[in-house]
């Protein structure tokens, strides 16, 4: 190696120490993790598998209830299955009038596997909300939510920003929504080990209700809300013990789990936003309990109203509601719980749908709707093709 090379390879390192100094002294050091838990992993990004990087609440279970098998089931198409093959899926089924008429299940995924949801989490923090309104933890689902949040009690615009807002995404919370770049918000929301904190030390860029984007965070500082009002009833529950108790034991689901920021011990929290780990079958009845408005076996485990309104577009964007994505427009017209990398449970009402697909991968073509990819008609295209 001569001089000069030796002096330049030196120089190199200089350069990579002092940024990895710079980075970490700017408060990023969470990016550290996030490269040890995906590119050091194998992935680009946060992927379905990744429990294992996590401290893990247990969503306990109930007595199981076996979903209802079709007699006789509907194939898939060999142009879906092939889709689906491509794309590195895990599941895909679809429930008709509340039996199974299609489970198809990917190597190395099994009917038992357990995935990361992603945003599919973001409707059951709201339906917990709702939940929590319904057992009088929280007066109102339009309740401010400065009640329970002092740090935004003397803030001109939080001070206005209600439970529903935070939910419907409109609540005007300052937040950049990215899964790709190491150095931004939600990297460090994921990685950085302090949910609450990172979330409440935004501020908000324009008024409550005037306007919808895509966070978060907002379902995180809905989730902080909700599990401060809890404790406020009972100083040892957790957002995971109340899923548990609300709906994962009265569906009859399986064991769970949520991913925390850090360990409880250390005062870690759900990450709400995110990462409930559950299996395929255990997400279809959460749509099969939204096709049901929220009647399950004769209980109401949520207010058929609530259910009602937060599938509906919540008036500021016809593509929302409040922690469901929906197409009104199209025939038939379906809402759905979306997750990153494609984790999808589709509600098609009008013909007793419920379909869910899991994996690693989606295509990102919108060619049908700006803000809804085609995969997602091509999911529900199939199920109709089965049913009709």
């Known amino acids: 190696m001569t001089r000069w090379l030796r002096r330049g390879l030196l120089a190199i390192l200089g350069l990579l120490v002092l940024a990895a100094v710079a980075i970490q002294l700017m408060g990023h050091g969470y990016v550290w993790t996030a490269l040890r838990h995906t590119y050091l992993d194998g992935h680009n990004t946060a992927h379905i598998d990744d429990a294992r990087n996590f401290p893990q609440a247990v969503i306990a279970g109930g007595r199981p209830q076996p979903w209802p098998v079709a007699a006789v089931q509907r194939p898939l198409s060999e142009s879906l299955r092939a889709y689906l093959s491509e794309h590195r899926s895990a599941a895909f089924l679809v429930a008709h009038r509340g039996e199974l008429i299609h489970e198809t299940y990917f190597a190395p995924y099994s009917a038992e596997s357990r995935t990361n949801g992603f945003s599919m989490v973001k409707t059951l923090t709201t339906l917990l909300a709702g939940a929590a309104v319904a057992d009088g933890i929280l007066p109102d689902f339009d309740a401010p939510a400065a009640r329970w949040l002092p740090e935004y009690a003397g803030h001109p615009l939080g001070a206005q920003a209600t439970l529903a807002q935070f939910s419907a995404m409109t609540s005007g919370h300052e937040w950049t929504e990215n899964y790709y770049l190491p150095l931004n918000p939600t990297t460090e929301l994921y990685f950085g080990g302090d949910a609450a904190g990172v979330v409440l030390r935004q501020g908000f860029e324009r008024a409550p209700g005037t306007a919808f984007e895509y966070s978060s965070a907002s ?11 809890l404790r406020e009833r009972d100083p040892g529950q957790s957002l995971s013990r109340y899923l548990s108790q609300r709906l994962w034991q009265p569906l009859g689901l399986a064991d769970a789990s949520w991913s925390l920021d850090r360990p409880r011990e250390q005062g870690g929290m759900e990450m709400a936003y995110c990462c409930v780990h559950s299996r395929a079958r255990d997400m279809a009845r959460i749509g099969q309990l939204l096709l049901q408005d929220g009647q399950w076996n004769g209980q109401a485990l949520l207010p058929a109203a609530f259910v009602q309104r937060i599938t509906q577009p919540n ?17 038939p017209p379906f ?36 803000q809804i990819r085609d995969e997602v008609y091509r999911y529900v295209d199939e199920a109709l093709r089965m049913v009709r």
Request: no cysteine.
């Open 335 to 370: 809402y759905f719980l979306q997750g990153h990398l494609g984790q999808y449970v589709i509600v098609v009402p009008s013909e007793a749908l419920v379909i869910v697909r899991l994996g690693q991968y989606r295509t990102q073509e919108r060619t049908r709707h700006a």
């Open 219 to 229: 379902t995180q500082v809905l989730a902080v809300a909700l599990q401060r009002a």
């Open 315 to 331: 008036g500021l964007a016809r593509f929302y509601g409040h922690g469901l994505w929906m197409d009104p427009d199209h025939a």
